[in-house]
């Protein structure tokens, strides 16, 4: 899946960050739109190591918004401004009316204009941001940064990038789809269940995907869909000599490396 964004120059495609058993990231990337840690789904340029949340990726280039009903606003990438609304330092995507000279971070600007109504939540859930480590109602992690959380419930939070978790996934090691769900179905929970990634029981309250026929089960955070190789590269090389090209797809278990033995030619089409 690719996507052009504005503020990156070259395309942007899409990906999954897993953590670690540690709760942490893989590789500790942040977003270039809201500065947190990336993990799950998010777009990404590997070329620039330039990363977005799959939410920041996607939100609209103009704002109408209640607090600044005069002019509709614009997102564009700030180095560094005061955010109107809570008074905090904010730097990368903002929210701005350039007439007016008012500025908005992202999280403000989303706490009014994007409550989503998630299928894991009887009630709306509403972006907040937290400094302090929670534990995710999704996934069992500890992360900070931007939650989703319902102010009816109010003690119902799951991370950011578990609200952008796909339904179902395709892996190669499994034959059929994934399904999620967001507990442990019932009729698996006579007997002891265990992801088939990292190997570790799985809890009935955290969300999972699985296969019934196959009785296959994964953490949502051990499932990221796996994502292939692009069929060709066009790369500009040196006229002679060898020359290394390493290719990052995603984790650190997906990289490849190249030598190319190049005389005479300026552009070599290497198809995979």
């Keep these: 899946m690719e996507l052009q964004h504005f503020s990156h120059e070259h395309p942007l495609f899409f990906r999954e960050f897993t953590a670690n058993e540690d709760g942490g990231d893989e590789e500790a990337c942040r977003c270039g739109g809201c500065s947190e840690v990336i993990s799950g789904a998010s777009y990404g340029c ?20 209640p607090t600044h009903p005069e ?19 904010w730097r990368n995507f903002t929210y701005t009316c350039s007439l007016c000279n008012f500025d908005m971070d992202i999280i403000c600007a989303s706490a009014t204009e994007r409550k989503i109504d998630h299928p894991s939540h009887k009630h709306p859930l509403t972006p907040v941001r937290r400094t302090a480590l929670l534990r995710c109602y999704a996934c069992g992690h500890k992360h900070e940064g931007t939650w989703y959380q319902c102010t009816t419930c109010v003690h119902f939070w799951i991370h950011r990038d578990c609200a952008s978790t796909r339904s179902t996934i395709e892996r190669s090691d499994h034959v059929h789809p994934l399904t999620l769900s967001y507990t442990l179905p019932s009729r698996y929970t006579t007997f002891s269940v265990s992801c088939e990634i990292c190997r570790k029981t799985l809890r009935r309250i955290y969300w999972v995907y699985y296969c019934g026929k196959c009785r296959y089960f994964i953490h949502v ?7 292939g190789l692009p069929r060709y590269f066009d790369f500009s090389l040196p006229s002679r000599g060898k020359f290394l090209i390493s290719l ?3 984790t650190q278990s997906s990289r490849v490396s190249l030598v190319i033995q190049v005389s005479d030619v300026s552009s ?3 198809e995979f």
Aim: with cysteine; proline share 8%.
């Design 71 to 89: 002019h509709p606003l614009t997102l564009r990438v700030s180095k560094g401004c005061l955010c109107d609304v809570c008074d905090n330092d």
């Design 46 to 65: 590997s070329r620039c190591e330039f990363f977005l949340h799959k939410l920041c990726a996607e939100l609209p280039r103009e704002l109408e918004h």
């Design 221 to 227: 955070k051990c499932a990221p869909p796996e994502i």
């Design 248 to 250: 990052s797809l995603g």
């Design 268 to 270: 070599i089409l290497h």
